[in-house]
């Protein structure tokens, strides 16, 4: 009878180089790697900023100006709070101090520069205006609520 499956000896399957040429040399190591470790602790507290007062108010408010302010007003209020919160000049220096010092800078570097002023006035208007608009005014009909409509030549 034969048997399903041929019979192999264990030299045939054993592996062995015909010199000791053949087979690579081993790879040196120059170094062993170092052991790893690692460590982490951390402890902090944290208090949750006014980001919503500070997302709504204006340059003008951060600088305590009124909108048609000059150039002379606003470099006046920027130098009076700047030596007021700035956290390297200031009496006694808070944790806010570093980002109201860069509130109250980035009020001063628009509004000093006539074009980024008229920029940015533009765009609070426009969005002093959004907020005023009723959702009904932007055009929705009332059987589709969550699409507007736009008509084609087709559709005509």
């Not at 002379?72 to 109201?100: G, Q």
Request: glycine fraction near 2%; charged fraction near 20%; charge should be positive.
């Amino acid at each position: 009878m034969i048997s399903p499956l041929p019979a192999l000896s264990p030299s045939f399957l054993a592996f062995r180089p015909s010199s000791p040429a053949a087979s690579p040399p081993p790879s040196p190591r120059l170094h062993a790697p170092p052991p790893l470790s690692a460590s982490f602790s951390a402890s902090a507290a944290v208090t949750a900023p006014d980001h919503a007062a500070a997302a709504s108010s204006s340059f003008y408010d951060v600088l305590g100006l009124r909108p048609g302010a000059s150039p002379r007003e606003i470099k006046a209020a920027y130098r009076r709070l700047a030596l007021a919160v700035n956290p390297d000049a200031a009496p006694h220096p808070t944790s806010s101090s570093a980002e109201d010092f860069i509130r109250v800078h980035a009020a001063y570097f628009t509004l000093s520069d006539p074009n980024k002023r008229a920029d940015y006035d533009r765009r609070l208007l426009l969005s002093a205006g959004r907020r005023r608009a009723h959702p009904a005014a932007l055009g929705r009909s009332p059987s589709f609520p969550a699409r507007r409509s736009r008509r084609t030549w087709e559709t005509d």
